[in-house]
């Protein structure tokens, strides 16, 4: 069953291993949050003291000399003991830091989950919803959260917007994110997508961004019946941009055919394909 899911980005400062290095390098002054914010700092025997707005922040010396090594984000919540963004389970989630003022990417099992090849997670979220070519007052379903920052993209463009994630723990790593806060002006819904849209009204959204992860891990949301899904909550004319990126291009298989196939045979009209990257197609 599916559930809406309460957004709330958690209390506290990101500490990057660019920060971390900065500190040891005996800064008065860095930065916090990717770089979208600067505090004092001072060093108090074996600990680094942030003294930020929203409160005074310890982190020891050596938790921030093995940071400086990583790829990894510390999070540090007000009064509490900071820890790594990540999560261990069945599988392994972690933020991954790409640089200062650059959007993390959520990395799983070893796998980006966004593009970042030449490009950043927001400025590609960002060509995602041009593509759609979004306005403001429309209706939009986002399917697989992720960090949202599409949703937040189509949302910044004056959409209203529902996004979809299957998975609670993609959304608990996001609230540790500082470049996925407004993710709390938008519905989110809690569940597998194959079956939440059946859950939706019949011709609600304006547009839809598909965004699943490759194809070996999602081959449902790749299929007719899922295609035929969003037929149904798309309403006439409503526009669909399918992510698909380029995976097996090196063994010779051509994700986007069958794509564009199956599209068609839902009722899409496939009106733009950008080859190794996504389909844009309209119903019809």
Same mark, same amino acid.
């Given at each position: 069953?599916?559930?809406?899911?309460?957004?709330?980005?958690?209390?506290?400062?990101?500490?990057?291993?660019?920060?971390?290095?900065?500190?040891?390098?005996?800064?008065?002054?860095?930065?916090?949050?990717?770089?979208?914010?600067?505090?004092?700092?001072?060093?108090?025997?074996?600990?680094?003291?942030?003294?930020?707005?929203?409160?005074?922040?310890?982190?020891? +010396?050596?938790?921030?000399?093995?940071? /400086?090594?990583?790829?990894?984000?510390?999070?540090?919540?007000?009064?509490?003991?900071?820890?790594?963004?990540?999560?261990?389970?069945?599988?392994?989630?972690?933020?991954?830091?790409?640089?200062?003022?650059?959007?993390?990417?959520?990395?799983?099992?070893?796998?980006?989950?966004?593009?970042?090849?030449?490009?950043?997670?927001?400025?590609?979220?960002?060509?995602?919803?041009?593509?759609?070519?979004?306005?403001?007052?429309?209706?939009?379903?986002?399917?697989?959260?992720?960090?949202?920052?599409?949703?937040?993209?189509?949302?910044?463009?004056?959409?209203?917007?529902?996004?979809?994630?299957?998975?609670?723990?993609?959304?608990?790593?996001?609230?540790?994110?500082? !470049?996925?806060?407004?993710?709390?002006?938008?519905?989110?819904? +809690?569940?597998? /997508?194959?079956?939440?849209?059946?859950?939706?009204?019949?011709?609600? !959204?304006?547009?839809? +961004?598909?965004?699943?992860?490759?194809?070996?891990?999602?081959?449902?949301?790749?299929?007719?019946? !899922?295609?035929?899904?969003?037929?149904?909550?798309?309403?006439?004319?409503?526009?669909?941009?399918?992510?698909?990126?380029?995976?097996?291009?090196?063994?010779?298989?051509?994700?986007?055919?069958?794509?564009?196939?199956?599209?068609?045979?839902?009722? !899409?009209?496939?009106?733009?394909?950008?080859?190794?990257?996504?389909?844009? /197609?309209?119903?019809?």
């Amino acid at each position: 069953m599916s559930r809406k899911y309460l957004f709330k980005p958690r209390p506290g400062i990101t500490v990057t291993p660019g920060t971390a290095k900065s500190v040891l390098c005996g800064a008065s002054e860095a930065s916090i949050d990717y770089g979208l914010g600067r505090v004092s700092v001072k060093l108090e025997g074996d600990h680094a003291v942030f003294e930020a707005e929203t409160g005074v922040f310890r982190v020891s +010396l050596e938790l921030l000399r093995g940071l /400086a090594e990583w790829d990894r984000v510390l999070f540090v919540p007000p009064s509490e003991e900071p820890y790594l963004v990540e999560v261990r389970g069945e599988h392994y989630y972690k933020l991954k830091y790409l640089g200062e003022l650059v959007a993390p990417t959520l990395e799983i099992d070893g796998v980006h989950m966004h593009n970042i090849v030449g490009t950043t997670p927001t400025r590609d979220a960002m060509r995602k919803i041009s593509l759609l070519k979004v306005k403001e007052g429309e209706k939009g379903l986002d399917v697989c959260t992720g960090l949202g920052y599409t949703a937040i993209e189509a949302w910044r463009r004056g959409a209203e917007v529902v996004t979809v994630e299957a998975d609670a723990n993609v959304l608990y790593v996001a609230e540790h994110n500082p !470049f996925s806060r407004q993710l709390e002006k938008v519905e989110i819904v +809690l569940g597998d /997508a194959f079956q939440v849209l059946d859950e939706m009204p019949e011709e609600e !959204f304006d547009f839809v +961004l598909h965004d699943p992860p490759v194809f070996a891990f999602a081959p449902r949301l790749y299929s007719r019946e !899922f295609y035929l899904k969003l037929t149904r909550i798309l309403k006439e004319g409503g526009r669909l941009f399918h992510y698909t990126g380029a995976p097996g291009k090196h063994r010779g298989i051509d994700i986007q055919r069958g794509v564009i196939k199956r599209l068609r045979e839902a009722g !899409f009209a496939v009106t733009r394909v950008e080859r190794g990257y996504g389909v844009v /197609a309209v119903k019809v």
